[in-house]
């Protein structure tokens, strides 16, 4: 039976470790924005946005259908959406721009999000006293696979042409990766069997399986934490688009890639040095910390000059990654972990809204800054300002019960 619940934590890892390069569209932003959307960062980073976006709806049809047939079918089919996706993009050009956002945004997404709370929510159950720390093993290796592909992306594109026309071709090397790994990964997924959650959790409160989406949908609690995702995630998503951007705009050219590499990296440790410490701290206590430092950071970025900006992005990286880690867990703490593939997706639809809102904010500002960075200022503001209104949400969160 463990070694059962050993083989899918690692195919979910693996898995994940793919996911991570949707983390590195910053690599593609500029080239993509030059070649395909005459410019507009806006536009270009819609693709973004509708990729995360969509994920969330994506997590939510697969969340049912896994509960429904298998999680294993379920992550099967997420891949070859995911895969196809990404080889259909490779055709795009700029005489049809908004058919990026169909390929690489909507059925990427869609794929990804087939795969992505399926496969947390199966390792969750196989251990059960341990959600935030194997919930923050699997989200951090989808951050570490930005690392990982970071570098491997950047070659790509300069040997099939550099920025602006080898990104295609990428993304067709991209999706046979995709392809290979989930089909194959979704072959170790398994749910453990009936009653072994339950065995296995010793409280009454850690036994609360019961709450399917449509009741969770009835609850206060559903739609705080769902609204405080959408506020937490702004400045951690706008820095992750334009982290490329930025750095190069702070007079650092030639080793901007490092900035993509800083905040993949602590993006992914964040992931699970939080996602352990929430186990100890609790959920709601461990969001209320980061999102108190994403607000103060996000204030940051306009007066940070030399290679301290590496050091800002890395830091609004590793909280960003800490929350991303956390409302997984806290999810399964409120609504239990039975409908937790489905219920999570749920809550995904807020960090989906963040997603687009954040990038028309950020890529509306970036327009503004063609010339001068600091015209960038007025969106990490903003997103400031939604950190906070996210910590005074989860706040009520403690107050209301379900």
Request: proline content about 3%; overall charge positive.
């Amino acid at each position: 039976m463990k070694k059962q619940g050993l083989f899918c934590l690692l195919a979910a890892i693996a898995i994940q470790l793919t996911l991570g390069i949707a983390y590195i569209w910053s690599v593609f932003q500029t080239g993509i924005a030059t070649s395909i959307f005459n410019r507009d960062n806006a536009a270009a980073g819609l693709t973004f946005s509708l990729l995360l976006a969509t994920l969330a709806i994506g997590s939510v049809i697969g969340g049912k259908l896994a509960a429904r047939y298998s999680t294993r079918l379920v992550v099967f089919i997420g891949g070859i959406i995911l895969s196809v996706g990404f080889f259909l993009a490779s055709f795009v050009t700029a005489n049809q721009p908004w058919l990026l956002w169909v390929t690489y945004g909507v059925m990427g997404g869609c794929g990804m999000g087939f795969t992505y709370s399926t496969t947390i929510a199966c390792a969750q159950k196989w251990y059960p006293h341990k959600k935030g720390l194997v919930t923050g093993i699997i989200v951090a290796s989808l951050g570490f696979g930005g690392v990982f592909f970071t570098p491997i992306v950047e070659v790509l594109i300069v040997v099939f042409g550099g920025t602006g026309t080898g990104e295609p071709k990428t993304f067709m090397v991209l999706s046979a990766i995709f392809l290979t790994v989930c089909t194959v990964g979704s072959l170790f997924l398994k749910n453990p069997p009936d009653g072994y959650v339950t065995a296995s959790l010793t409280t009454p409160a850690a036994q609360a399986d019961s709450i399917s989406p449509s009741q969770m949908l009835k609850t206060s609690q559903f739609y705080l934490v769902t609204a405080a995702y959408m506020l937490a995630c702004m400045g951690g998503l706008m820095m992750i688009a334009f982290a490329k951007p930025i750095a190069v705009a702070k007079g650092f050219e030639a080793t901007a890639a490092i900035g993509v590499l800083a905040i993949s990296m602590f993006n992914s440790i964040g992931r699970l040095v939080w996602g352990f410490v929430s186990d100890k701290l609790g959920r709601l206590n461990t969001i209320v910390l980061l999102l108190s430092c994403s607000a103060v950071l996000s204030l940051l970025v306009n007066l940070t000059e030399g290679y301290w900006i590496f050091i800002l992005i890395t830091l609004i990286g590793f909280f960003y990654g800490g929350l991303i880690s956390t409302f997984p867990s806290l999810t399964a703490d409120l609504f239990g972990a039975k409908h937790m593939a489905a219920n999570y997706g749920f809550v995904l639809l807020g960090f989906g809204s963040g997603a687009i809102i954040s990038s028309q904010i950020a890529g509306y500002y970036k327009n503004l800054a063609a010339e001068n960075i600091d015209l960038m200022y007025p969106a990490f503001v903003i997103a400031s300002c939604c950190a906070v209104a996210g910590i005074v949400l989860i706040l009520m969160v403690r107050r209301k019960p379900l």
